[in-house]
């Protein structure tokens, strides 16, 4: 099958699924962005996007995040209804894997001037445009660091995607046909520093986290096993919230996924929530029907996990 058979083949299923109105608007949007790329030349613009009811810089080249928001004007639908029902004023969010800012300008928002934001992105071209949106909305509670958290201190090579919200580090727990296929078809590496939870939160001073965003494309395995002892502490002095994109999927055995799970259980971070494709599936589950869902099910693309000590 080539490019434009599977275009229209995706176009199809959307027509099926969502009906007339929105693929009628992603067709327009995708002739306009043909116009925007080819005849004005143009790759970065300023776009409002109603879901978050703010404005903001995205990369026409970026095949990812920047085009689901000029069609459709809203990433992930239920998860941002779920980010915003889990924040409450006065909340400190560190965003992890923040990409352009769609959840940043979210959070900043909902945990109001009472509350704050630490954001973390370390794709230079993505941190930029990271940047300029948070300018762009005037946000005065949120700090943003060009750095990724891992397992451990020091720097790792970040492998570019043209989609721009799926690049992200090599993780040991990854299979060897997903690292080919990284090594092979990503855009550009380049060096990034990296800092373990619990070092970053002592270099930035940071001693309270009551609502962690992490999207880090496979990542999450390093992070938490680089940041348990972090998580307990954060977790013994209030509410603490873990908002996870999980990639079981990618990895070469999903027992590490277990593993995780059994050990937030043991710090008091509990599932609250499964979701995939845009689908609550169990609210509260158990730890068995958490690692029953991690070990078995049928995943294409990655669910998010809830994770709260409340």
């Not at 915003?84 to 352009?100: T, Y």
């Amino acid at each position: 099958m080539n490019r434009w058979q599977r275009s229209w083949q995706r176009f199809r299923t959307m027509w099926q699924e969502e009906g007339t109105g929105m693929a009628a608007r992603v067709f327009w949007r995708k002739v306009q962005l043909l116009a925007r790329r080819h005849l004005l030349r143009q790759r970065v613009i300023r776009h409002y996007v109603p879901a978050i009811d703010a404005y903001m810089y995205i990369d026409l080249e970026d095949s990812g995040f920047s085009r689901t928001i000029f069609y459709r004007g809203v990433h992930e639908p239920l998860t941002t209804r779920l980010v915003q029902q889990e924040l409450a004023p006065g909340m400190r969010v560190l965003d992890v894997g923040a990409n352009m800012g769609y959840y940043v300008l979210l959070e900043a928002r909902a945990v109001g001037p009472q509350g704050h934001v630490y954001a973390l992105e370390p794709v230079p071209q993505t941190f930029a445009l990271l940047q300029r949106n948070v300018a762009l909305n005037d946000v005065r509670n949120v700090d943003l660091y060009q750095l990724a958290l891992g397992g451990e201190d020091g720097e790792a090579t970040m492998y570019v995607l043209d989609k721009l919200n799926w690049s992200h580090l090599a993780s040991r727990y990854q299979s060897s046909a997903r690292m080919e296929n990284l090594r092979s078809h990503h855009r550009q590496t380049v060096q990034v520093p990296v800092r373990t939870l619990g070092t970053f939160l002592q270099e930035a001073g940071i001693d309270t986290v009551n609502f962690l965003r992490m999207d880090v494309e496979g990542y999450e395995l390093d992070i938490v096993r680089g940041g348990l002892d972090a998580l307990a502490r954060l977790s013994r002095q209030g509410l603490l919230k873990l908002f996870m994109e999980v990639h079981p999927f990618l990895a070469e055995d999903r027992t590490p996924y277990l593993d995780m799970v059994r050990q937030l259980h043991n710090i008091g971070l509990r599932a609250k929530l499964l979701v995939y494709r845009e689908q609550i599936l169990s609210q509260w589950p158990s730890l068995e029907e958490t690692l029953s869902f991690l070990a078995d099910y049928p995943f294409r693309e990655a669910p998010h996990v809830v994770f709260s000590n409340e």
